[in-house]
């Protein structure tokens, strides 16, 4: 079994089938081709597989890492990602690796990825080079790497936002008894 031309990446530990599944992949691939696998979630950061990992990010075999919405796959109780890996047309390492996290956009996931790898293939985030994968972790986990979302501060929202405030105040200050003065168990206010 440790003589399979698959494992080209690492012999997968016992637990990882899904480092596995990569790598069968990825020997199916010609020079150059590409494959999009879909992924749970743990796969990116379990310490057993950290090896194989980090020898798919040096050898320019994992091009992307995108994490879609809770529910964008039916029947999951997890947000899938999806590894999108090439075949290496030759030893280079790449300058970076495409992190998406889609998972606070699943009214519009589908074109927010498409958007983020058409402007990473035509090398607009090549500059970014955003993080250092090849930590002791090697955790490929998006969310770790990218800012969070800018917050909505539009007038509107700050608006409805001052609103609810005082609303909730307004209810709350209704459901605070009355102080006063107690007289045979009746409240008279001061």
Do not use: C
Not at 35 to 47: E, H, K, S
Not at 79 to 103: E, N
């Amino acid at each position: 079994m440790t003589a399979d031309p698959r494992w080209e990446y690492g012999l997968p530990p016992r637990m990882e089938s899904e480092l596995a599944w990569i790598q069968h992949a990825l020997s199916h691939l010609k020079p150059g081709g590409t494959a999009v696998v879909l992924m749970p979630p743990a796969v990116a950061g379990r310490r057993s597989g950290r090896r194989i990992r980090a020898q798919l990010i040096r050898r320019g075999a994992l091009s992307a890492v995108i994490t879609l919405p809770l529910g964008s796959i039916p029947n999951m109780a997890v947000a899938l990602t999806l590894w999108v890996l090439r075949r290496p047309q030759d030893s280079g390492t790449p300058g970076h690796v495409l992190m998406v996290d889609t998972s606070d956009r699943p009214e519009d996931f589908a074109r927010v990825a498409a958007d983020a790898w058409e402007r990473f293939e035509a090398g607009a985030d090549a500059d970014e080079p955003g993080v250092e994968l090849l930590d002791d972790d090697v955790d490929l986990t998006p969310a770790r790497y990218l800012a969070p979302p800018p917050a909505d501060l539009s007038p509107e929202r700050v608006t409805g936002q001052r609103n609810r405030v005082a609303d909730l105040l307004r209810r709350t200050a209704e459901l605070v008894p009355a102080v006063g003065k107690v007289v045979s168990g009746v409240v008279f206010p001061l």
